[in-house]
């Protein structure tokens, strides 16, 4: 059984997709953390983004391997341990120009069918319910106001160490946002068959039991 977990920046895919993953006893797939370590290494190797020849050797030989270690979400790619450098803002600054890439796409939705063969999973993005799993048996877009997602997105970057004024981080999201709905290859949209959940005034707990509860209403249908 697929879950799919789309929606713009900030909104809270994450955490609440960790947490119903924990709670149904699926797998997770964080694909925003597949594209922020692509885009960690193409910046880090020095790769141009229109040297097409280096990009395939790289893309051919990529290995992105995510799991839990005593709780904490571990993102390696070809060996190499990248789960803080990620979420720098250097690298959330570039992901969207990186993953626009039509070769780069192809070769993650590639991993990320792979990635859930026989498995039950929630999987998070923005392409999910579109473009990856079109057939994923449940579809969520979570949405929420841009200031509660400055906020959030503040107190994740203060836990890692780093300090960020709304206003900035407000402008940082919207930038993003657009540039990840306006792209020519799967851009960020909402699947006409994917339900809207909007936490700007829902409580960490009652977006996940949301989920949870549609899950267990869909799974009983079912049967
Ligand atoms: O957690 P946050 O909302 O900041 O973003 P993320 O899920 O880590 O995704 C980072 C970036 O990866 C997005 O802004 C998109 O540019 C890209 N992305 C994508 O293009 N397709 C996906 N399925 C997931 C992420």
Redesign the pocket.
């Known amino acids: 059984m697929i879950i799919a977990i789309?929606g713009?920046?900030?909104?809270g895919?994450?955490t609440t997709a960790i947490a119903v993953a924990e709670e149904l006893g699926f797998t997770y797939l964080?694909?925003?953390?597949?594209?922020?370590a692509v885009t960690f290494s193409v910046i880090d190797r020095g790769i141009s983004l229109d040297d097409k020849d280096s990009l395939k050797i790289f893309l051919n030989m990529l290995d992105i391997n995510m799991y839990f270690d005593d709780k904490v979400f571990k993102v390696e790619i070809n060996d190499r341990d990248v789960t803080g450098k990620i979420r720098d803002p250097e690298i959330?600054s570039r992901?969207?120009e990186v993953?626009?890439v039509q070769e780069i796409?192809k070769a993650?939705v590639n991993l990320q069918r792979q990635m859930v063969v026989g498995k039950n999973c929630v999987v998070?993005?923005?392409?999910?319910g579109t473009v990856?799993f079109p057939e994923a048996d449940l579809k969520f877009f979570m949405v929420a106001d841009v200031r509660v997602r400055a906020e959030r997105?503040q107190k994740d970057l203060l836990v890692i160490g780093k300090n960020k004024n709304i206003g900035e981080l407000e402008v940082d999201i919207k930038k993003?946002d657009n540039?990840?709905s306006s792209r020519t290859h799967?851009p960020?949209l909402k699947s006409d068959d994917a339900i809207i959940i909007d936490t700007s005034n829902l409580e960490f707990e009652e977006q996940v039991n949301l989920i949870i509860e549609l899950t267990k209403n869909y799974k009983k249908e079912m049967t």
């Open positions: 789309d713009p920046a900030a909104t895919k994450s964080d694909t925003g953390a597949m594209y922020r959330t992901v969207s993953s626009a796409r993650m998070e993005g923005r392409d999910i990856v997105r993003r540039k990840d799967s960020l």
